[in-house]
C-alpha cells in the first residue's frame, strides 16, 4: 500500500516534467507543440491533470475491491472491465477538463490545440492503466473477496 | 478422557450410527468439570453382533471407519478442540501398544468362534450327560439349539445370554480391562426387545463389575468406572413373517420380562454397583414396518428419530457430573416438546434444539457446498490463500471419503429418516439452491443486502472473510483441517445472523 502510495504521489509530482517531454506527434512547422507544452506548464494544467489521473483509478479500483467485492464479480476479467472503465472515464475526464481550462484561458484555444490533446489522450490512457494496476496491488490485501484478483497475493 | 461404547445387536449398530452423525457435525458433550465441552474427548466403540455380515452393522462400520479416516487426516499434528469430526473415535486394537493384543483393528467384536456354530455346537450338547441335555431341551427349544449363530440370536435371549457370556476371555474384553482409566466411563447401547442386546447387556455388565477380582491392569477402575446404558424400548415395527423367529407379537413380551430382570438386578437398588444411569427410550407410534429378514443379509432398518435421540443418550451420560453417580440407578426419558407424527428442530425440546441443530445445520450446509460449490471456487478467494485450494484437492483420499464416502450415508442417514414414522424433516432435503428455506421449521431471517436469499455465494463469500485471518497459518498439510476448520466458523456466523431461532 505505502509503496503504491509512493509511487502514485512521485507522478503527481513530477507531472510537471513528465508532460512536456511525452511525444505528441511528428514535430509540426508551425511550432503548435511547443507552445502545447509551454501552456501546460505555466498554466499549472500538469498538476491538474497529475491528480485527476491519480485519484479517479484509486477511486475505482476502491469501487472493485470494497465497494463492490463480490464473488460475482471477482475474476481477472471483471478486474480487466472495471480497469477499462476507469482508464476510459480518466481519459474522458482528463480531456474535459484539460478542454475546460484551455478554453477559460483563451477561447478556441481547445480547437488550436486539438491535434496535440488528440495525442495526449493516449498517454493519459496509459498512466491511467498504470495507476489504476498500481492501485490495485496496493489496496487488494484488504478486500475480501477480490484480494486474489488479478494477481494471487 | 476415553468413552467405552459397547453397541450390542443391530440397534446398537443403528445407534452408533446416529452418534457418528452427530460427532461429525460437532456435537460435543458438556464436561461438567469445566462447564465447556470436552476438549479431548476419544470415543472407543465395540459393536458386539454375531451377524457381522448383518447390512446395518456392515453399514455403521464403514461409516466409522469414513470417520476415522477423515478424523485421522484433519487432526494429524495438531487436535482441534471444537467443530466437525472433533471427537475422535478409535478402535480398541489402535489404542494398544504395537504388537499388543494380537487383536484385528477393527469396531467389531470378534466373534468367529461364535459366529461360526450352530448353538448346540456351541454349548458341546452332544458330549453332555442326558440330564444335562435334558435341561438343554428344557431352557432351549428346538428350533433355538438348531440355530446358526453366524445371523445373530435372531430374537432368542437364552441363546445369547449363553454365547455371550464368553465376552469376559476375549481378547476384546482383555485390552478393554487394560486401557479404562480413572477417568474413563463405559456405556451400553442395546435393545431390549430382541435377541443380542437383550442378552448382551446384563451379562457384559455384570462381567465388567466382577472383573474387579481378574488380573487385568485396569481391575480396580472395572468396578467403580461410571457405567451408564441405553435400553432402546420397541419402537420399530417389522413384517409379519412366518419363517422368520422375529416377531413383532414378542417385543411387548419380552421387554416386559427384560424389564423385570433389569429391576431385580444391574437396576435393583439394593445389589451391589452395576448400571449408575439408564436411559430408557421407546415410542409408541411405531415405524413403517421393515422386511422381515432374519437370514443372510439380516435387517436393514431405515435410520429412525429414537436412534437419533437414542445417541444423545452417551453424550448426556458425559455431560451427568461423577459426583450424582455410583450411588442408585438414575433413570431418564425422553419427550417430544409435541406429539407429531413429523418431527422438526421446532419439535424438539429447546435443550436438544440447542444441542444438534446448529451443528447439524453446518454439517449439511458443508456437504451441500462441497457438491454444489466448491469447484466453482477454485481459483478464487478463500482457494487461493495459503494453503492453496486447487483441482487437485478433488482427488485426494481426504475429500473422495468425506464427499463420497461419508456425507452420501450422511445423506441416505437423513433420507430414511425422514421416509420413516415418524417422519424426520429437520431439512428439506429436496431444496439444494434456496438455502434460505433449507430448514423446513425456521425460515432464515433477511440480510442487511441480499433481502430473504441465502445463496452458496453467501457461504463463499463468508468464508472468504474467515480466511483471510488464517492466510498462512496453516501449512499445506493442513488444508483440509483449514477447509472445515473456516467453513465452520463462516457458517457459525451466517447461522447466528439468518437463523436466530434455531438456538431459541
Redesign the interface.
Known sequence: MGAALLLTLLFVVLGGQIYPALYLGPVDMDGTQDLFREDLRSQGWTLHLSMLIAALPWLMAGLFYYFIN???F??WWNWLIVMGISTLLTTWCALKMLSSRMEDFQTGLSDFYAPCTEALAGWIALFAFFVFTIASFGMRWWS??C???PF?? | MRLFIFAIGGSGSRVLKSLAMLCAAGVKPVDPATGKPYAELEIVPLIVDPHQAGRDVKRTVELLEAYRKIYDTLHAGVREPSGFFSTKISTLASLMPAGQGGMRDSFLYNMTAVERLRFREFIEYNDLDESNQALMQMLFSDAQLHTSMHIGFVGSPNIGAVALNRFKDSEEFRAFGNLLGADDRIFFISSIFGGTGAAGFPIMVKNIRAAADSTLASRGYMRTAPLGALTLLPYFNIEHSKSSPINKADFLLKTRSALHYYSKSITAHDAPRQVDAIYYLGDRVTSSPYVNDPGEGGQQNAAHLVELIGALSPLHFLSTPARDLGRETLAFEFGLEKDSSTVDFMTLDPRTRAAIAAPLLKLHLLSLFLDHKLKDCIG??FT??SP?LGTEFLSTDFYLTLSHNFLPKYWDWLEEMDGNHRHVSFFDLENTGHLENILTSIPAKKGFLSGSRLSY?DI??RL??VS?KF?GKYPQSKLPAKLLHTFNLAVTQIIEERFPGIND
Do not use: C, E, I, L
Open positions: 463480490s464473488v460475482h471477482d475474476r475480501s473477496n484480494r486474489h484478483t494471487p497475493q | 478464487r478467494g487461493k490463500d492453496t455465494d463463499f463469500s472468504n472473510a483471510k492466510n
